[in-house]
Structure formats: C-alpha cells, structure tokens
C-alpha cells in the first residue's frame, strides 16, 4: 500500500519542519542545553504558575544589608524575606544544601552529607567535582523538585544545579546542562527566558539558576573583602535583569532567590588531626574518619577524648547533638569532628580543607559550621510572585522547608520529608487563583444575561488556555476566618482577547462573603488570554479560588 505510505512521510516531514522552525523561532538554545525525551505538559500543568529558583552560592544573610543590593532588596518589598537569614543544614557546604534545597530532606537523608565523602558499603567514594559520581543517580535519594514535576507531567529545566546531570530515579529534567562556570552570566538568565518562551508544552514550570561568583570571592579574599562586595552587585545585577526579562513575558512566575550558605573568616592554620589520634591506616576524606572496626572507631574516640582542644568537639556518630542532624548515616564516619569555630582541618598534608575539595592556596573565607552557633553560616531567602504575600517576614527558619513551599506553589504532590508546609506558609497568599481547562457548554452560555457579539472558542488541541497574570489578591473575610472556612469558589469567566475578564458568574460558592470576594478580585484581575494558532481569541473557561488557611 504505497499511497497511505507516502501521505504518512508527507505528515512526518511538515511535522519535523514545525518543530525546526519553533526551536529557531524561540531561540531555545543559547547555551548548550542537554534535551531530554520526556512528555509534554499535561493540559492541567500547562494551566499552573512557574517557579524559578536561584541559588546565589556563598550569599551570606546580611550582604544585601552590609554592601547593597536593590534589586534583591526589592523583593523584601514586593514579595517575601528573612531578614535574619535562612538555617543552612549541617554541614553548611554547597552539594549538601543545595540536594537539601530541593529534596526537603536533611543531608543524611538524602545522603549527600559532604562535598566528598566515602560510602562504606559502596566501598567507593562521592567526589562533587567528579562526573562519574556526581552524574549517578544511584548515589541521591529523595525526589528532587524537578524529578517530582517531570514525574507528575510538568516540564521542569535546570540551568545548574547540584545532582540536575543524574538520572534520579531514572529521570531527569527536561533541560538541563553540564556544569560549566564559565558559562556567561548574562546568557544564564536568556536561556531561563527563552525556556519561558517555549511553547506552553514544551515550557518548563520549575527552573533552577546558578551564579558562584559570591562564593568564590569569599573563600579567596573573605566575606569583608571589596571582591565579595563587587561579586554581591554583580549577582545583583543578574537578578535585576532576571526581574526586568520576566516582568516583559507576563507569566505568573515566583522568584525565589536563595544561598546554600554564608562565609565566615577562618581562624589561624588548618588543624592537623593526626595530632591528636594516630590515624594511619584509617580512610579518612577531609575530616571524615571511617576506622574499618568497631574496635578502631572506639580507640580513635578514646585517643581524641584523652587530647581534648577548645576548636572542636569529637563525638560518637550516635551521639552527635540532634539539632545537627548528622547521627545516621555511615557516609558520615565515626567517630564525628564537630569545629567549634572557624577552623579548617586537615588529616594529611595531602588532604587539607575541610568541606572544600579542590580548593588550594591560602584561603581566607570559608563555610561548613553549626549555622545555630555560627549566624554567618546563615543564607539569604526571598521570593516574589503572584502566590507571594508582599512584605511577609519570616522568622529564620531550616532550608528544608523550601521543599513543601515550592511543591504547593507548583501544586504538585509531594512525598513527606524533613520540611513542612506550615514553616513558610505565613509567606504564601491566603488564596490562589488557578485556571482549570474546561470551556463552557452552549447550554451555559445561552443564560448569560447580554451575550457578548463574539462567539467564544472551546478550549482544544493546539490552544493555550489563558493564564491569570497578577493583580489582586481575593481577600479572607473576617467572618470566613474566624469560621475556619477554606475551600474553593468556581467562577465562570468570560476572558476577551485583550485578557479583560467579563460575565463573571459564581458557579460554585463557598458563601460567608468568600464568594463576593473572589468576583471582586476577578473583575480587577487581567488575564493572558487563550491562543489559537498565535492569534489571541475568546474564551469562557472555569475559575478556581482556592480559599486555604495554613494556620
Ligand atoms: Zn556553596
Ligand atoms: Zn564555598
């Protein structure tokens, strides 16, 4: 059958063309993104808001105060912030905080506990520098946010990012790319827009972005140093123009501008251990001992107690305090150096820094201590977006709860971890808008009062369905609060190709004034209306406000 054949290749061959020319319509590519093969947006993901986090490395909590950073200080403003710093987890190293950030767990749960650490029963060791295992999935547990989305039908990008070139649990993000710091800072923000260009199945609703440069200028020349102060306005800069390139795409997109840790100045030599118990022959990894016996670990615990020093404290691995989080995993030795300060260790001259493979010379500037005795391990939070409450402070709070928050924005359903919602929810908006992709019947419009003189279009294949851009925020009523009422009220909204909302009916109604509330909030809302092949048209589509209290 040679003819239906033919037609088939023709089909292919205008498919292939199409796709071609969106890739070079939308410039994806400025940067050498990896591609992977997974589905499409779902139509109720294409519908929901956009995260993109940024991790700054090394951006202690009180730079934007000490040396000035408007565009990041905007966001105290706009949107939400902790003025008194984000708790790192322990140790306050950049693999184990940034798995952290996006799993919810703490590092010995997600087993990242260092930068380089050994893995008894492996009998291999983890090197954050190394491909071979920073690029193994086998090596993270917990479903990073972009495992969580891709796994749920949400496209999700990473332009850098901690574990982002391994397949965790088999999957990777839909974009990512190979970690390359030399990669201009300014195209790492134009290739965050133009994957928010992309067509809406094709476009990612979690981003992650990645700047070092604050981190590097605090370990060579201090967190006091006029290097880290031009590093602080140069990532400022970054996020200002990350700002000015968003606000042009109207998306409804939450910033989320974060640090895996701060810097503190080190203090005096590099504490050599092998002078306070004999360590020859024990496999040691910066300052992580793994005696081979119970009979080695329990002489080497001895040895330390018998030669005790103020500048660190040596534990039992079962008997590290609770609030480090650092008791369960035999990635983390035993026995467990704990620094009381900002001490660097060494167990051979070979092996020298303490949390900062790769590093060498003199350092001036360095990270890796208890961030709740130590307030310059402490790590910026802000965020801005539509699902943000402007001007919300938050009391310091664990970077596990991160998680949650990002997974109730995106509204994807996450497993349980070390974080909680409730932790930063004071944060988030009392109530969300989301447009549910369903177009009303002809039965349902023939009731409308004064139809309008354009015919709406369904909602179908090849449509963008609008997307709710800003704009107020529906409000609680006093007496819905003191109800204890949530829930969600169903508007019925007409939106016109300039994205004016019309016609706005209760569907569904929650009552105790809510219902009033989320008209009112809509009639002064704009939308980005439905498109039809690139052309805006007229839909009438279901509205969801979801009333939720987190008290
Ligand atoms: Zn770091
Ligand atoms: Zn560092």
Redesign the pocket.
């Known amino acids: 059958m040679p003819l239906p054949h033919k037609r088939v290749t023709a089909v292919l061959a205008t498919v292939l063309a199409a796709v071609l020319f969106c890739a070079a319509a939308f410039g994806q590519d400025l940067t050498p993104v990896v591609h992977t093969d997974n589905p499409p947006n779902t139509a109720a993901q294409q519908a929901k808001h956009y995260v993109i986090l940024v991790s700054l ?2 951006f202690r909590y009180d730079y934007p105060q000490k040396y000035g950073a408007p565009h990041i200080q905007s966001m105290a403003i706009t949107g939400a912030s902790a003025p008194d710093g984000m708790l790192p987890s322990y140790p306050s190293i ?1 693999f184990p905080n940034h798995i952290t950030l996006v799993t919810g767990l703490y590092p010995e749960h997600h087993g990242i506990v260092a930068n380089t650490f050994y893995d008894p029963f492996r009998n291999a060791t983890y090197n954050y520098t190394q491909s071979q295992t920073n690029g193994d999935g086998s090596w993270y547990g917990g479903t990073p946010l972009w495992v969580l989305a891709e796994q749920q039908g949400m496209r999700s990008a990473c332009l850098f990012w901690p574990g982002s070139e391994a397949a965790i649990q088999g999957v990777r993000p839909s974009y990512y790319l190979h970690f390359d710091d030399k990669l201009d800072d300014t195209k790492r923000v134009d290739q965050v827009i133009a994957w928010l260009n992309l067509p809406p199945e094709q476009r990612p609703h979690f981003i992650t972005l990645y700047y070092s440069n604050v ?1 590097h200028a605090g ?1 060579l020349y201090g967190p006091d140093s006029d290097e880290v102060r031009a590093a602080v306005h140069h990532v400022d800069d970054m996020i200002g123009d990350l700002q000015t390139k968003l606000a042009a795409l109207k998306l409804p997109v939450d910033l989320i501008v974060v640090a895996d840790h701060g810097m503190v100045t080190l203090k005096g030599d590099p504490i050599n251990l092998g002078e306070f118990a004999h360590l020859d022959g024990v496999h040691t990894d910066g300052s992580q001992l793994y005696p081979k016996t119970e009979a080695e670990a329990a002489r080497l615990f001895a040895e330390f107690k018998a030669h005790p020093d103020p500048r660190f404290t040596v534990y039992r691995r079962a008997d590290v305090p609770a609030h480090l989080h650092f008791s369960e995993s035999p990635r983390e030795g035993d026995p467990v150096i704990v620094p009381n300060g900002p001490y660097l260790f060494r167990t051979t001259p070979a092996n020298p820094m303490m949390g ?1 493979g790769g590093m060498s010379g003199t350092l001036h500037g360095s ?1 890796g201590f208890d961030p709740s005795t130590m307030p310059e391990m402490k790590a910026i939070f802000f965020a801005q977006g539509p699902d943000i409450k402007p001007g919300a402070k938050l009391p310091p709070f664990e970077n596990v709860n991160v998680y949650p928050l990002i997974a109730q924005i995106l509204e994807l359903r996450a497993p349980l971890v070390d974080g909680t919602l409730s932790t930063l929810s004071s944060s988030l908006t009392d109530a969300k808008i989301t447009v549910r992709v369903e177009s009303k019947d002809d039965k349902h419009r023939s009731v409308l009062e004064k139809p309008s003189a354009e015919e709406p279009v369904k909602i179908g294949l090849g449509m963008t369905p609008p997307t709710w851009l800003n704009s107020v925020s529906p409000q609680y009523t006093d007496k819905a609060r003191k109800a204890g009422l949530s829930g969600k009220v169903i508007l019925s909204v007409r939106i016109e190709k300039d994205g004016h909302p019309s016609e706005i009916r209760v569907v569904d109604g929650l009552g105790m004034g809510l219902d009033e509330s989320a008209v009112n909030a809509m009639t002064s809302s704009t939308f980005k209306p439905a498109m039809k092949d690139g052309q805006p048209v007229v839909t009438v589509v279901n509205l969801e406000v979801n009333f939720q209290r987190f008290e």
């Open positions: 490395d090394g950049t981190d370990h900062r990270h």
